[in-house]
């Protein structure tokens, strides 16, 4: 089992990374949640994993905190939720926001997800608030809990914006068309790929 890895950041392309880690790089895949909180090109990060082996891929997830990688593990336990529906949902609302769901019963913001449809948002609802309850508890006194607080600044603009996002979007399983709506409605001058997905990802919540 991998669980952690702490090298230098080679790629960056939503929602994969590159690690190099003596030698070897790995490929991650990460929600765009913790995503935002990764350092610069060719600087040092350290991200906790989860191992998927397959019978025809073997995948690593990686997140920026413990407790982010725990509800990850916790949302593919319930049923109808693989680790490609989990890192949606985390790339969709940051893990503060998807507790706010569950302690609301808001099923009208998890049905906005793509591959989440009212049978699976209400499985969500059922299963995980017992579990949160717990994983809260066990995160007391932790210095971030499920807080994201981003201090990563981003590169300067590329001319790939636009694609970028899109491409991110596709990724997470939304539709070209819908992508491709919601990206360009966010756009403006100036704006990087990182906050164009994000606010992109808030205009269809």
Not at 98 to 122: H, M, N, S
Request: proline letters at 4%.
């Amino acid at each position: 089992m991998i669980g952690r890895l702490r090298g230098t950041l080679l790629e960056k392309q939503a929602p994969e990374i590159l690690i190099e880690v003596n030698g070897l790089g790995y490929e991650v895949q990460m929600p765009l949640t913790s995503f935002y909180e990764l350092p610069e090109l060719h600087q040092e990060t350290i991200v906790y994993t989860h191992f998927v082996v397959r019978e025809d891929a073997q995948l690593l997830y990686g997140f920026i905190t413990k407790q982010e990688r725990a509800l990850f593990r916790l949302l593919i336990k319930t049923n109808g939720v693989g680790p490609k529906l989990a890192l949606t949902i985390l790339s969709g609302m940051t893990a503060a926001e998807f507790v706010t769901c569950v302690e609301r019963d808001d099923i009208a913001t998890l049905v906005k997800l793509p591959g989440v449809g009212k049978k699976t948002a209400e499985r969500l609802l059922v299963e995980m608030r017992d579990k949160l309850k717990s994983l809260m508890e066990a995160s007391q006194g932790s210095e971030r809990e499920f807080v994201l607080q981003t201090e990563y600044k981003p590169a300067p603009v590329a001319n790939t914006a636009e694609e970028d996002a899109i491409s991110a979007l596709l990724t997470l399983g939304y539709k070209p068309a819908q992508a491709s709506k919601a990206v360009s409605a966010a756009f403006e001058d100036g704006i990087d790929s990182e906050s164009l997905i994000k606010a992109a990802l808030k205009s269809m919540l």
